[in-house]
């Protein structure tokens, strides 16, 4: 069983299109998390969650928006998609939002986002 | 600003050790952690460290230097299923994850 899942895991779309990526994780984790792996490979945070409540949010455009139904899940919602949205986006989830080596960050598989 | 270094790629030989290197400088320290990513997957977990000293976990060992902001992970008898891209992050005193940008390991026969 998957732990923490993301649909689609490839995604080629226009630009000016809204587009969204689905994240739902089965470890009853209190933290998820969206980041960004761009051509550099280097891991920006995006968003977390932490109780359905936003706790960290760096400075990504609004275009980008999170969404959280409930603890198991956390969406990204893109609007007006440009070319340089076009990345690896990780969902992923903690057991607590702090330090420890308890809170090891799982990481879902990873959707490529392609904006053409 | 927030900085964490290590080398942008490396080469080792199937069955020896390598030792990669990661210095950084953050706002405030709370714990190092080692991710491997293969190509086209996700970062799983290595290692965490936030006490100085040496962590050892089957062939792969986490050093960690809090006064002089550094950490090596140490890979021993090399596989050649470790050639992927090993993760330094740290854990900043507001619990944010500084990445590296990683190191590409090469492993060969």
């Known amino acids: 069983d998957t732990a923490v899942s993301q649909t689609p895991k490839y995604l080629v779309t226009q630009m000016g299109n809204d587009k969204s990526i689905k994240c739902e994780q089965n470890?009853?984790?209190?933290?998820m998390y969206w980041y960004k792996q761009d051509s550099k490979k280097f891991l920006k945070i995006m968003f977390s969650?932490?109780?359905?409540?936003?706790?960290i949010n760096e400075t990504v455009p609004n275009r980008f928006s999170p969404k959280s139904p409930d603890k198991a899940h956390l969406n990204l919602h893109i609007n007006s998609l440009e070319l340089g949205d076009s990345a690896v986006y990780f969902c992923?989830?903690?057991?607590?939002?702090?330090?420890?080596?308890?809170?090891?960050?799982?990481f879902g598989e990873g959707s490529w986002l392609t904006v053409v | 600003g927030q900085n964490i270094d290590q080398p942008t790629e490396m080469t080792a030989t199937e069955g020896a050790i390598v030792q990669i290197n990661c210095t950084y400088q953050?706002?405030?320290?709370?714990?190092l952690f080692w991710y491997q990513q293969h190509a086209g997957e996700a970062p799983t977990f290595l290692s965490y460290?936030?006490l100085d000293g040496l962590e050892e976990k089957g062939r792969f060992s986490s050093f960690l230097s809090r006064s002089k902001g550094y950490s090596y992970l140490l890979l021993k008898e090399l596989q050649m299923k470790d050639s992927a891209s090993y993760l330094c992050?740290?854990?900043?005193?507001?619990?944010?994850?500084?990445w590296g940008a990683g190191t590409k390991l090469i492993i060969k026969p």
């Open positions: 992923a989830s903690s057991p607590f939002e702090g330090v420890g080596s308890g809170n090891t960050i799982y």
């Open positions: 470890l009853g984790h209190d933290t």
């Open positions: 969650y932490n109780n359905k409540e936003l706790i």
């Open positions: 953050t706002s405030g320290f709370n714990g």
């Open positions: 460290n936030v």
């Open positions: 992050a740290v854990l900043d005193s507001n619990y944010q994850l500084i």
